[in-house]
């Protein structure tokens, strides 16, 4: 694979609140880094790098809050993870980190799974809840409602359930009521 960089924005459904991203896709893997202002009610603003192999497989997350909080969160591609090299146990078979503050993480089970139109998969995910950065094993579905553009995401402990838009890319383009691209 050539390597491939693209950049792209996000908005708040409502509100002032940004995302800027830029990918980074090698034949070694993909780099994801991003910078998130958020107006919600506790305005905050947060930092994010995420690792995968060339599979899509997520290996290293970190996160900050602009000066604030810090942590590092490595995993195996098997569903092992640690924080800042502590064995995290309760997160054991999550693949992919699901951040609260960015669509971006819907791309990596879209781009991992590649699902055909009517499939549906479960998975687990590392779920980070912004500004509190908790971290929990949080079991979802994704259902591929059209090949390469339209994805129904369901949180199975919540019943949270939205159809997202993507590009070609995996990368979301409306999340409806929390992201859209600019």
């Known amino acids: 694979m050539a390597e491939r960089e693209s ?10 609140g940004i995302e800027h991203l830029v990918l980074q896709e090698t034949a070694d893997g993909i780099v994801a880094e991003s ?10 603003a947060a930092h994010y ?5 060339p599979d899509w497989l997520s290996r290293e997350v970190e996160i900050g809050l602009i000066g604030g909080a810090r942590f ?9 993870w640690s924080r800042d090299g502590v064995a995290l146990p309760e997160l054991a078979g999550a693949l992919d ?33 912004f500004p509190q950065l908790t971290v929990v094993k949080s079991p ?6 059209e090949e390469n553009r339209r994805y129904l995401y369901e949180s199975l ?12 890319q995996g990368l979301v383009v409306t999340y409806p009521d929390f992201w859209q691209r600019i």
């Open 7 to 16: 950049i792209v924005r996000w908005r708040q459904w409502q509100g002032p």
């Open 157 to 168: 402990t919540s019943g949270f359930m939205r159809e997202i838009d993507v590009d070609g």
């Open 97 to 129: 980190p699901d951040l609260t503050v960015t669509p971006f993480t819907n791309t990596l089970p879209i781009r991992r799974l590649r699902l055909k139109p009517g499939e549906s998969v479960e998975i687990a995910a590392a779920f980070i809840e």
């Open 140 to 145: 979802q579905r994704y259902t591929c409602l």
């Open 49 to 53: 790098r995420i690792v995968c192999g």
């Open 72 to 80: 590092q969160l490595r995993t195996d591609g098997l569903g092992n």
């Open 35 to 44: 910078v998130v202002v958020a107006v919600d009610a506790q305005p905050f």
